[in-house]
Nanobody, 125 residues
Framework: QVQLAESGGGLVQAGGSLRLSCAAS????????MGWFRQAPGKEREFVAA????????YYADSVKGRFTISRDNAKKTVALQMSSLKPEDTAVYYC??????????????????WGQGTQVTVSS
């Protein structure tokens, strides 16, 4: 079993920055693909970013490319999402997710086995 706990959400003005963090349990964190998704009110959950086992490969949704950066620290069992140049449309609940069964980095909800409870990010205009 893997437990994920997000932190770092909050209220920020447009153009500002936030750093989300996700702490994971589990002995083999270094073999989980990790991802971030988000869900805005009235919308479906969508892919934001994902990172491979040792962090050599990362992938981003077009809407956040160049503004968000995903990183991981396998020794600390954490994954982070650094968000810059935030826009009101980035407002959503952000979820950390883990895929314990694959080497390939997935970008769909179905690729991930474990989910955190989410953290709210609100960007004011």
């Amino acid at each position: 079993q893997v437990q994920l706990a997000e932190s770092g959400g909050g209220l920020v003005q447009a153009g500002g920055s936030l750093r989300l963090s996700c702490a994971a349990s589990g002995r083999t964190f270094g073999r989980y693909v990790m991802g971030w998704f988000r869900q805005a009110p009235g919308k479906e959950r969508e892919f934001v970013a994902a990172i491979s086992w040792v962090g050599k490969s990362s992938y981003y949704a077009d809407s956040v490319k160049g503004r968000f950066t995903i990183s991981r620290d396998n020794a600390k069992k954490t994954v982070a999402l650094q968000m810059s140049s935030l826009k009101p449309e980035d407002t959503a609940v952000y979820y950390c997710a883990a895929d314990s069964g694959r080497l390939q980095v997935g970008q769909t909800i179905q690729d991930y086995d474990y989910w955190g409870q989410g953290t709210q990010v609100t960007v004011s205009s």
